[in-house]
């Protein structure tokens, strides 16, 4: 595995990092704990890995929290956002999503921006990030800012809307409008740590006084070609009482998030497996322990 | 040896395991000897196929390759166990197959050197099925397989038949006769550390120096120097520290000559260290097991007999694990009390991945059979699941149908104890309803505890050497794989000379100085490097109470070793100090014993009939499970083990010992399973192979049961493999209870679990509508 290495410390440098690799062959990573498993199995006499982890600039590697919602830098890594105390009580999903990725290990080194850009079907943030309706923001290499929503960052297996010119700087998510939250993720494997998901389901409810469901995000990994958005549960389940949903209500739910995935067989589980294992989970949401 | 005893059964940490976890500790990839050459294996691109050339022109012109080596380079002789298998390959008939070997000035350049090679393969369809290979009109898959001669069909490699007792008469009297069939799956060890040698051949002498992870040094030097054409005494073994062995190392494999070759043509040290996706293609494997199991049962719920077929995917090689089957008839013939027993097992080749030895060597799979079939006989006779186990169970003074003879059994105990401590009988009849379903199974097993004579010799040597400073070695011929047997050994010494443990240190990794041990396996090692090392400290002990007679001027006769001093009344001396009188006064002589320990096990007849352990190890475990019937998955709870060890030697370490063996059988039976399509692996990783980790472990909580038995150092036993041979069962036994449903393969996947949970709810549904 020979490859040459660019490690820039600033926004500038890495911009004029990319201007000199646009007409190359070039990859980014910080964690690299994707990357080097692929590079392992590729040619990489012609790469340039463009090494993000050693930019100091805070856009990329801070949490920065603001009334209308919390921007996260793209460097940090999985195990600061499983720590972090304001995500842990506005954003429990993503906390939890982050608390299941993986190992020890790999949660301190593993980032955020890397698990989006991977675009796996069954990315753990991503999903998180998906129900909570969380947008990006792309650094393109003449300085300026391209937002877009994460849901339709996502463009298949592997492959986003990112170009050759870009790089995923942040990622935002917009404030909870209420305070009263359900909030959770749930991943199903074979294991309990180092396990790539199977299924997993993100829900993001915010409550009324009533606890009514005011707004509300779904989302469903490794059912799909990319982590998919349940629209239609989600209007679903708009207004309803969050503690009072009856019983045919929780079937609807769980039918129309099913009816949202596509899974496929590969050697993890095969297609019916995923099918009655996201019904079964998304039913479970809204029983009563 | 009823004495008071105050290192023995006291915990102590593992000698090795500060250098270990530390990252101090040397293995065989820390390994770096001037001029060192690295290597490559070339292995094959298909499982079955003919192979019409091969040209390493272009990768011989890459600078830095030194030696490229192909079937038609090397003089050797064949190796395995069947000698059947050729180190380097001229046609392949595996995926794993050695096609050429590589050794290059860096790991990079013969990395790239392989992807020169260019060999024209014609692909043949592969046989991957035994049933299919079994078949007249099968072409023959191992060619130098004997099977025609000795067993009537040419693609069975290896088989055994045992019987005793009146199979008619007892199938007759039977009022229950249960028969099932059971797939077993293919698993591997995982090992840390990945396979590795360093080969180091002198072109001055003609010596080879091999720094090996093997598990048994002394018939590893045999077998490489048969298969170099080399005289033994011209190898040397050492032993680096190894990562992990498990039954992994007890066969030398086509890597290690072909590493030797590699330094014997190039007269430089060659080193050949797996990646992790190597090792998953490339080393042993659990045998996948076919297993026809009828048992019978009488109205008072003893057993009355039991019929086994088993047929074994031997793979294209034939390994020691051919010879489980030495351990799984005792396990049928005699785990229980049971009347009569006929006994089959066939290792079939195929063109699968050849199996080898993984720790308790074919009774997981025997004794899973065994359980689920006991489970169902005991709900045909309407007993409980533990009444039918204790109504049968071993005892001492058993002498087994097969001949083995139990003088101490803690069956019973064990089986009492973990049925106690888990609450078996309320749980087992408790029905639950709801997402999360528990359940509990029970299990038990027998192995041997004393050794086990299969080879010529089952014995070990110890030298002993005192130093003038009073510290001590222990030159055992046993080796250390991480099972904690040198730390149990520096603690019998310590024990029975008073010599601090931090003046002892264990030698045990170099066959130019060690004596001979048969190696690691069949739990085997603190028993008899034990009783090899208690043998020894008699020795030295009549030397230093000679001398220490002569020099406190007291009558000759034993004396106290304790705190570093020889006492008798109210008289005492330094150890150091009667070690420097024996050198520097007369006779001058230094304080050195040796001394040769064999087991008084015999040999089995050809019937295989014999008493063939020191003694034996039974446990029982119980486990509780919880299934979660929305997705399948089966969440192990609480682990009760007991099990006689005969003496607890070290707490701590025997711990880990149970520890290790049931986290094993946790993944044997629930997620671990090497997947093939047709003769390819398809998940070399641990990403998808799916090894549990430390958070998927339950609780475990172990009793130990001491029976004491004479045979072994303190009255212990082995207690390295048993761990592991109960769990699966008990694991299957316990999702049955929860569910209400059989399962016949292993592992108890969440999707199997989920489709048969399904199925019966469809049933149920369908049933009842139908009323």
Not at chain 1, 132 to 147: N, P, Q, V, W
Not at chain 2, 99 to 115: D, G
Not at chain 2, 715 to 724: R, T
């Amino acid at each position: 595995m020979n490859f040459n290495i660019e490690s820039p410390t600033s926004k500038e440098e890495l911009l004029n990092c990319l201007r000199n690799h646009q007409s190359g062959y070039f990859r980014l990573a910080a964690g690299f704990t994707d990357l080097l498993i692929e590079l392992k199995k590729s040619k990489t006499e012609e790469l340039t890995v463009i090494n993000l982890s050693q930019i100091k600039d805070k856009q990329f590697t801070g949490i920065d929290i603001q009334p209308s919602g919390i921007r996260i830098g793209a460097l940090v890594n999985v195990a600061q956002i499983g720590k972090n105390q304001s995500i842990r009580k506005s954003f429990p999903v993503l906390q939890q999503a982050a608390d299941a990725l993986a190992s020890g290990q790999i949660r301190e080194v593993a980032t955020i921006g890397g698990n989006i850009c991977q675009a796996s079907p069954s990315g753990d943030l991503s999903c998180a990030l998906v129900a909570l309706k969380a947008s990006c923001e792309i650094l393109k290499m003449d300085g300026t800012i391209r937002h877009e929503s994460l849901n339709d960052f996502f463009r298949g297996p592997a492959v986003t809307s990112l170009q050759k010119n870009e790089v995923l700087k942040s990622i935002v998510i917009p404030a909870n409008q209420t305070n009263k939250l359900k909030s959770g993720f749930i991943k199903i494997g074979k294991r309990s740590a180092m396990e790539c998901s199977i299924v997993s389901i993100s829900y993001h409810f915010q409550l009324g006084a009533d606890a009514a469901i005011l707004h509300s995000g779904i989302a469903i990994g490794a059912v799909a070609p990319t982590v998919i958005f349940c629209r239609e549960a989600a209007d679903f389940l708009h207004k309803l009482n969050v503690n009072k949903i009856h019983e045919t209500d929780q079937l609807k739910v769980a039918e129309l998030i099913q009816q949202s995935a596509s899974p496929i067989d590969d050697q993890r589980a095969s297609a019916w497996y995923r099918n009655e294992v996201l019904f079964n989970s998304a039913k479970s949401i809204f029983e009563q322990d | 040896m009823d004495k008071n005893l105050n290192i023995i059964g006291k915990s102590k940490p593992k000698l090795d395991g500060k250098e270990r976890v530390s990252g101090r500790a040397v293995y065989g990839h820390d390994i770096e000897l001037p001029n060192m050459l690295h290597a490559r294996i070339l292995r094959s691109q298909y499982p079955c196929a003919r192979i019409k050339s091969i040209d390493c022109t272009k990768a011989l012109g890459l600078e830095g390759v030194k030696c490229i080596l192909t079937a038609q380079d090397v003089d050797v002789n064949r190796i395995g166990y069947k000698r059947d298998h050729p180190v380097l390959k001229k046609d392949a008939n595996c995926q794993r197959d050695e096609i050429a070997a590589v050794a290059a000035t860096s790991k990079e350049i013969a990395a790239k050197a392989l992807n020169l090679i260019h060999v024209e393969y014609e692909e043949i369809e592969g046989i991957f099925d035994p049933f299919e290979a079994m078949k007249e009109e099968s072409r023959q898959i191992n060619l130098h397989g004997k099977g025609k001669d000795l067993y009537g069909n040419k693609n069975i490699a290896e088989s055994f038949h045992y019987s005793h007792g009146e199979l008619e008469k007892q199938t007759k009297r039977s009022k229950v006769i249960v028969s099932r069939r059971y797939e077993l799956p293919r698993v591997t060890h995982c090992c840390m550390a990945t396979s590795n040698i360093t080969a180091d051949y002198s072109t001055m002498d003609g010596r080879l120096t091999l720094y090996a992870s093997t598990q048994v040094p002394f018939l590893y030097q045999r077998d490489m120097a048969h298969a170099l054409k080399m005289d033994p005494s011209l190898i040397r073994i050492i032993q680096p520290v190894i990562g992990g062995g498990f039954g992994s190392k007890l066969d030398m494999y086509p890597f290690e000559p072909i590493c030797a070759l590699l330094s014997i043509k190039t007269g430089k040290p060659v080193q050949l260290l797996y990646g992790r996706e190597e090792e998953f293609l490339a080393s042993p494997t659990r045998q996948t097991m076919i297993i026809d199991l009828t048992s019978g049962a009488d109205a008072d719920g003893k057993f009355t007999f039991r019929e086994v077929r088993i047929t074994m995917d031997n793979g294209a090689y034939t390994s020691w694990g051919a010879t489980t089957p030495f351990v799984m008839m005792q396990t049928y013939s005699s785990l229980y009390q049971v009347a009569a027993c006929d006994f089959q097992a066939k290792a079939i080749y195929t063109n699968n991945p050849f199996a080898g030895s993984f720790r308790g060597y074919g009774n997981p799979q025997a004794t899973f059979s065994i359980e689920r079939n006991n489970d169902l006989l005991a709900d045909e006779l309407g007993l409980g699941k533990d009444e039918i186990r204790l109504i049968n169970a071993n005892y001492p003074g058993e002498i087994t149908g097969q001949g083995l003879h139990f003088k101490t059994c803690g069956a019973k105990p064990a089986l009492t104890k973990v049925i106690e401590a888990s609450n078996f009988i309320r749980k087992n009849r408790e029905k639950h309803k709801g997402r999360y379903l528990k359940g509990v199974g029970l299990a038990s097993m027998l192995h041997v505890g004393g050794g086990a004579k299969i080879y010529r010799s089952d014995g070990c040597g110890t030298r002993l050497k005192l130093d003038h400073y009073g510290y001590l070695d222990i030159i055992t011929g046993s080796s250390e794989i991480g099972q904690g047997s040198e730390t149990v050994l520096a603690m019998i010494a310590s024990q029975e000379l008073g010599i601090p443990m931090k003046h002892i240190k264990v030698v045990n990794t170099d066959t130019d100085v060690k004596p001979w041990d048969v190696g690691v396996h069949a739990s085997r090692t603190s028993f008899v490097a034990g009783n090899s090392l208690l043998g020894a400290i008699r020795l030295m002990k009549q030397k230093l109470d000679r001398k220490a007679a002569q020099l406190m001027e007291c009558e000759a006769g034993e004396f106290l070793y304790e705190n570093g001093l020889i006492k008798r009344d109210k008289k005492e001396i330094r150890i150091d100090k009667v070690a420097r009188e024996m050198h520097f006064g007369s006779p001058n002589e230094l304080c050195i014993v040796e001394y040769f320990y064999e087991p008084e096990s015999s040999f089995q007849d050809k019937q295989f009939m014999g008493d063939v352990s020191g003694n034996y190890a039974f446990a029982s475990q119980a486990v509780e499970v919880e299934v979660d019937t929305f997705t399948g998955n089966v969440k192990v709870r609480d682990v009760y083990v007991s099990q006689d060890v005969g003496r607890v030697l070290n707490p701590m370490g025997l711990q880990g010992q149970i520890e290790g063996g049931v986290a094993t059988g946790i993944g044997y039976a629930l997620t671990e399973e090497m997947i093939y399509e047709k003769g390819y692996l398809m998940n070399p990783s641990f990403h998808e192979y799916k090894l549990l980790t430390a958070v998927d472990m339950p609780d475990i909580h172990f009793y130990p049961i001491e029976t004491l038995d004479e045979a072994g150092p303190y009255g212990s036993k082995g207690a390295g493999e048993a761990p592991l041979i109960p769990t699966a069962a008990a694991i299957a036994n316990a999702v049955s209870n929860a569910l209400g449903i059989e399962f016949l393969t292993l592992p108890l996947s969440p999707e199997k679990v989920l489709k048969a949970w399904s199925e019966k709810k469809q049933n149920e549904l369908a049933n009842s509508q139908s009323i």
